[in-house]
C-alpha cells in the first residue's frame, strides 16, 4: 500500500502512515524551507508510466507534471515543466529561446545538472541555479503531482502553491495539445 505524508500547515510536521519511519526526499525539503504546502506521496513499487503514476496517485494523466530538461549549449540548460501527455513543441521551444539548435539532455547530464535520475527530476532542491519554463497547462488542474528527487515518489500539491514556489517561472504555451 502506498504511504502519503502530509505537512501541517500550523505545525509545519509531517503525519501519515509510515511518517516516522521515513525520510523526506529533496524536493519536500526545499518546499519546507519555502514554507509551501504539499504532500508527499510513495508508491509502492516500481512506476513504469504516466498513467500508472496518476493512477495510484489519484489523479488523472494531465495532473502529472513532467520536469524535462534540455540542452542549449555545451553548459546552457533548461526545465521545461509539461502536464501529462502534453509534448513539449521544439519549434515553439527554439523561437521563444531564440536557439535554433537545443537537444533533450542525456540522463548524465540530467544527473549532473539536477542531482536527480530520470523519473525523479523536480524543479526545487536543484544543486544550482537553473531556468525554469512552465507551460500554461500546468496550471490548470487545482492538484498536481511532480517528482520529488527520489524515484517511486512525488510531491502532490495545488497547482496555485506551485506557482507560488516557482518564483522566476517563465509561463507560456510551450506544448502541443495530447493526442
Known amino acids: 500500500m502506498p504511504s502519503i505524508l502530509s505537512q501541517d500547515d500550523t505545525t509545519g510536521h ?4 509510515f511518517a ?12 519546507t524551507a519555502l ?3 504539499y504532500q508527499v506521496f ?16 489519484g489523479q488523472v494523466p494531465g495532473q502529472v507534471i513532467r520536469s524535462l530538461l534540455f540542452r542549449l549549449s555545451q553548459d546552457n540548460f533548461v526545465m521545461v515543466l509539461a502536464a501529462g501527455r502534453a509534448q513539449v513543441s521544439w519549434p ?4 521563444y529561446l531564440g536557439q535554433s539548435r ?12 539536477t542531482g536527480f535520475r530520470v523519473g525523479a527530476v523536480a524543479p526545487f532542491g536543484l544543486p544550482g541555479p537553473l531556468r525554469l519554463l512552465a507551460d500554461e497547462g500546468v496550471f490548470l488542474p487545482e492538484e498536481i503531482s ?16 506551485l506557482r507560488r514556489a516557482l518564483n522566476d517561472v517563465e509561463i507560456g504555451k510551450f506544448t502541443l495539445p495530447a493526442e
Open 102 to 113: 537545443l537537444s533533450m539532455a542525456s540522463e548524465q547530464e540530467v544527473l549532473a545538472i
Open 14 to 17: 509531517f503525519y501519515g502512515i
Open 35 to 37: 514554507n509551501v504546502p
Open 92 to 95: 515553439i521551444l527554439r523561437n
Open 42 to 57: 510513495r508508491h509502492s513499487g516500481p512506476v513504469s508510466s504516466l498513467e500508472q503514476a496518476a493512477n495510484e496517485r
Open 20 to 31: 516516522a519511519m521515513s525520510t523526506l526526499p529533496p524536493a519536500a525539503h526545499a518546499l
Open 146 to 161: 511532480l517528482g520529488s528527487g527520489e524515484r517511486n515518489t512525488a510531491i502532490v500539491m495545488k497547482s496555485a502553491d
